[in-house]
């Protein structure tokens, strides 16, 4: 029950300081968040995920590109958005990425069991 | 007292938000996110394996279901919607990837089961050949004494017939007593030989018997080949008045060519005049030293 209330709680906070921000411009240039998407990107580069999951690695591109203009144009809170979309969005093209390889892995492992398979049964025939 | 607070709280927001904008009937993001939250949550593994992103979808989606159902700002509600929406994926990718994993890992073990399946059948195989080689060997030993059984028990036979063993192979000699003087005619008492002979001849079918008259040195030679070819045809329609294949026996007229006593006394030239039946080998040979020529004939 607390936790429903806190949750709700933190709703309304969370409410509260968009209907602000919304209103009126956050102070500063979401340079944190901003590095932590470009961060997430690259690494979701890194590992494959422009093979693995290019969709959501071109939405965070996006995202952290218009993040960059909404910020240069003193957008502040819509550019900390865009970068922490920017950010998820890598974080899943990475995520797509990472069980998609452990797919491969199955699949190569299944292919090995079923050779071996044959292997035996041409070995017990002969 | 949170609770309260907490609602308090939320009619002031509901007042602000309701200040800044209009909410449209329906936001597709909301939906999926929603609907993505729902699906990963009731995942039995979702907690263990993705409990960060799961509480980070939920809460998203409470906020923009919160804005929603308070006529929050449209940029507002697709925000946290939208944050919603990826944790859930994220956590739906974990899911997935785990579930990966843990079928990696049973494959692995199912390998590794086979591959020591397949050493075992492949041990197991080598000991049935083995005893099958062994079985192979005891059947060639268990064969090569009979075959020992056979060779004693068909020496035994002869030495019953009082066959001898010489240089010629074994040779039984019928001496001259079992035929009528100057005749050809087998006498009774030869008549129990003969049985003992077609009998062995029976039990070993691959022998064949060489048939040899002998004369002693009285008489012309043609008159002594003659009788002893009488003789030795005796002895061999002997045999096949009891049953013998002609073409296991052979007749040679010997004449005197071969005494096997001096003819200067009578009992060297009683001993001179006899049937000699030699044995062949067990491929119905003789041995290279039983053929003899027939002399004047």
């Known amino acids: 029950m607390k936790t429903v209330a806190s949750m709700t709680l933190k709703g309304t906070a969370v409410a509260l300081a968009m209907s602000c921000v919304a209103c009126a411009s956050a102070p500063d240039i979401p340079e944190r968040q901003m590095a932590r998407a470009e961060t997430s990107i690259e690494f979701a580069e890194q590992n494959d995920a422009q093979e693995f999951g290019p969709a959501a690695l071109e939405r965070a591109r996006n995202q952290l590109d218009q993040a960059e203009t909404a910020a240069a144009n003193g957008e502040y809170e819509i550019a900390l958005r865009l970068a922490e979309r920017a950010e998820l969005d890598a974080e899943l093209a990475l995520a797509q990425t990472n069980h998609e390889k452990a797919e491969l892995a199955l699949h190569e492992i299944q292919e090995s069991i079923q050779t071996l398979r044959r292997e035996i049964a041409r070995n017990q025939s002969s | ?297």
């Not at chain 2, 602000?16 to 993001?29: H, M, N, Q």
């Not at chain 2, 940029?75 to 994926?89: M, Q, V």
């Open chain 2, 1 to 297: 007292m949170y609770l309260k607070n907490s609602y308090i709280l939320t009619a002031i927001a509901a007042l602000f938000l309701g200040a800044c904008s209009s909410t449209p009937e329906r936001i597709d993001v909301l939906e999926e996110a929603s609907q993505t939250v729902a699906e990963v949550s009731s995942h039995p593994d979702a907690q263990q394996v993705a409990g960060d992103e799961l509480a980070d979808a939920t809460e998203a989606l409470q906020n923009a279901e919160y804005l929603r159902a308070n006529n929050g700002d449209y940029d507002d509600i697709y925000h946290h919607a939208y944050l919603a929406l990826r944790n859930a994926e994220i956590a739906k990718e974990r899911i997935a990837e785990a579930d990966a994993r843990e079928r990696i890992e049973s494959s692995e073990a199912e390998r590794t089961r086979i591959l020591l399946a397949a050493r075992e059948a492949e041990a197991n195989r080598a000991i049935r050949q083995a005893e099958r080689s062994d079985l192979k060997a005891e059947l060639a030993e268990e064969r090569a004494e009979m075959a020992i059984a056979h060779q004693l028990h068909l020496q035994a036979t002869l030495l019953e017939l009082e066959a001898e063993k010489t240089d010629r192979g074994y040779v039984l000699t019928l001496s001259d007593i079992l035929f009528d003087t100057d005749k050809a005619v087998l006498m009774p008492g030869a008549q129990k030989t003969m049985d003992t002979l077609a009998e062995f001849l029976r039990e070993y079918p691959e022998h064949r018997l060489l048939i040899e008259g002998h004369t002693d040195s009285r008489g012309a030679d043609a008159y002594n080949v003659a009788l002893s070819e009488s003789r030795a045809n005796a002895v061999l329609l002997a045999l096949i008045d009891r049953g013998i294949d002609p073409g296991r026996l052979e007749i040679a007229a010997m004449g005197e060519s071969y005494p096997l006593a001096s003819n200067d006394t009578s009992a060297g030239m009683q001993e001179n005049r006899r049937v000699e039946i030699i044995f062949s080998d067990t491929e119905g040979n003789f041995p290279a030293a039983a053929t003899r020529t027939a002399s004047n004939y």
